[in-house]
């Protein structure tokens, strides 16, 4: 068991504490707990980037390791990690510098900062909304504050970080009423919604938004629910959605931000169990941190750490301070440990910027479930007992299927162990590709059907034209035949012309008629060709139609065949990180 321990800064004067504050984003990456922004005490809105190690809870200020134009101080800004690259979107920036909708990405392999120029309609500025990375390269962005009195969001857009297009995601049901300051978290294909706030009201609701349906629900939770609030955090351990503290109603609301009241604020730990949409009070052993909202708690490993926040009170305290509440399999008990973070001297900040720490247990990728082979690795129940007692662990051996349908466990040789693993991530993989082709497949038969169906109809549709035409044309020609055999007729009929005058008038009678004749055919004749152009363009809008409705299917193809296969790799690169963790792990206990 880990004892409770109080960890003090040294007194290293190169070194780096950070700046208390609150309203700040945190996201980790490698073992490492990114943190930039918020409000800081006595210094104003912030801009600079701070990180602190899981393992040794040591500092660094990476500020002066950026490169490129750093985004403009702010708050209430989300930062939702894409790869090894962390995206920040939106915040406050003070009266001066007003709300913000743009999108700056910090490249974290080269320290570089880049300022996007993104396509399509941007969201309304706005600063204390969510965002959530569905998917490997989509970002979800729901609410906020717009800035003015009353100006509460409850929008949805997506961010496609391969395209860098904004998509406002039209949804349906019975949207949330518009608010700031919630949490949401991806569980499964549910986006999930807890709390908020807007002008004349905190909220307690649980929200879904089906990502598939993109349909809105509202959950009826069981259990003693947390009671209102916002500005809390909400993190996924396993299926439950831990939240810790947040601020009540107040009394006297003005902003999200309002400083003649802050109202209640909580240092409680709460537990939703996503199975059964229950909530439950975990039994947490250890001192309790201070009441706050507007920090930072982001999972690393089986620990969750947080960051800053604002404390309330009469003297307004803003912290820095950094707590750590352990779910690890290695005790028996899950406690929360608070620690003030040494100071990092400038030898070492070099070297953690460069460095990586591996969690104890794979957890794979942040918002979605390792394979089952890893993700069994532990089961956790939350127990019920009194405020002296513990959150129960009950460790379990992971169970994995061999080639040959044996199970296996932790206990066995590890080369054994590892070459199972690489036995069982080939059947994943071959099994992965099969249902690939498969799918491939069958989307190649139904679209090449379609449009054999499409061409037949097509080609049916053209004979029947030509047939038309064709009629047309032969009636026409017949009604032309017999007026002229009877044209004919009527000059054979005709008396013979005796005499000079006579012979003078049957000509100019056979001028006029004839005249008259070649009248009528151009009329006829002219007809014929507008009647034919008219059936030719139709022939040709409709062969162009079908060309579009031919191009429009065979890109709805390639783009599901790209979103499959992009899929597919997020799942190969998932995988072959969790099995990269679970070797180095199996040699760190060897």
């Not at 490169?67 to 920036?93: I, K, M, N």
């Not at 957890?363 to 956790?380: W, Y």
């Amino acid at each position: 068991n880990m004892p409770l321990e109080f960890v003090r800064p040294s007194q290293d004067p190169s070194g780096s504490i950070p700046t208390r504050r609150f309203g700040h984003c945190g996201e980790t990456v490698d073992g490492r707990l990114f943190v930039f922004g918020g409000v800081g005490a006595g210094e104003g809105y912030l801009n600079d980037l701070i990180a602190i190690d899981s393992d040794t809870l040591v500092w660094a200020n990476l500020t002066p390791l950026t490169r490129g134009e750093a985004p403009s101080r702010r708050s209430g800004a989300s930062v939702t990690l894409v790869g090894q690259s962390l995206v920040f979107f939106g915040g406050y920036s003070g009266r001066k510098g007003g709300h913000q909708n743009d999108v700056v990405v910090l490249h974290t392999e080269s320290m570089a900062w880049e300022h996007k120029s993104t396509r399509g309609r941007a969201p309304r500025k706005r600063s204390d909304h969510a965002a959530v990375l569905l998917g490997h390269s989509q970002i979800v962005v729901f609410g906020g504050y717009g800035g003015r009195v009353g100006n509460y969001l409850n929008d949805t857009h997506i961010l496609n970080t391969e395209t860098w297009e904004w998509l406002p995601q039209t949804v349906y049901g019975r949207a949330p009423q518009p608010r700031a300051g919630h949490s949401m978290l991806l569980i499964g294909n549910d986006l999930v919604v807890y709390g908020g706030r807007n002008e004349t009201e905190v909220f307690d609701d649980v929200l879904l938004l089906n990502t598939r349906t993109w349909e809105w629900r509202q959950i009826e939770t069981t259990g003693p629910s947390p009671g209102p609030r916002s500005h809390h955090s909400a993190t996924l351990m396993g299926t439950d959605m831990i939240v810790f503290g947040g601020q009540g109603p107040v009394r006297t609301p003005r902003t999200p931000r309002s400083r003649k009241d802050h109202g209640e604020l909580y240092n409680d730990v709460l537990a939703l169990e996503a199975d059964h949409w229950s909530w439950s009070i975990p039994a947490v052993a250890g001192k309790y941190p201070r009441r706050r909202f507007g920090h930072v708690a982001v999972r690393m490993g089986w620990k969750i750490t947080i960051f800053g926040g604002f404390s309330g009170g009469r003297d307004a305290l803003c912290l820095n301070d950094v707590i750590i509440l352990d779910a690890s399999t290695r005790g028996s008990d899950k406690k929360i440990t608070t620690a003030r973070a040494r100071a990092h001297s400038r030898g070492t900040i070099a070297s953690m910027a460069s460095s990586t720490s591996l969690s104890s247990v794979p957890t794979g990728i942040r918002s979605s479930h390792p394979p089952n082979a890893v993700r069994k690795s532990s089961s956790m129940s939350l127990g019920t007992g009194d405020g002296n007692s513990s959150w129960r662990v009950r460790p379990t051996r992971p169970t994995i299927r061999s080639a040959s349908g044996d199970s296996l466990n932790v206990g066995m040789s590890e080369k054994r162990m590892a070459k199972e693993l690489e036995v069982w991530a080939e059947e994943q993989k071959e099994k992965i590709r099969a249902e690939l082709q498969e799918w491939k497949d069958s989307q190649r038969q139904r679209i090449q059907a379609d449009l054999d169906q499409e061409r037949g109809e097509f080609n049916a549709w053209k004979d029947r034209q030509r047939t038309l035409v064709e009629n047309e044309l032969w009636k026409e020609k017949q009604t032309f035949h017999i007026w002229k055999q009877d044209q004919e007729r009527k000059l054979l009929n005709a008396p013979t012309p005796q005499g000079t005058d006579e012979t003078r008038e049957f000509g100019e009678q056979l001028k006029t008629i004839t005249s008259a004749v070649e009248a009528e055919l151009d009329q006829e004749r002219r007809e014929f060709v507008t009647w034919r152009d008219t059936q030719r363009s139709l022939l040709e809008s409709a062969m162009e139609e079908f060309e579009r409705c031919k191009k429009k299917q065979e890109a709805a193809l390639r783009e599901k065949r790209n979103q499959l296969e992009d899929m597919v790799h997020g799942l190969q690169s998932q995988f072959n990180t969790t099995l990269s963790n679970f070797a180095r792990d199996l040699e760190k206990q060897g």
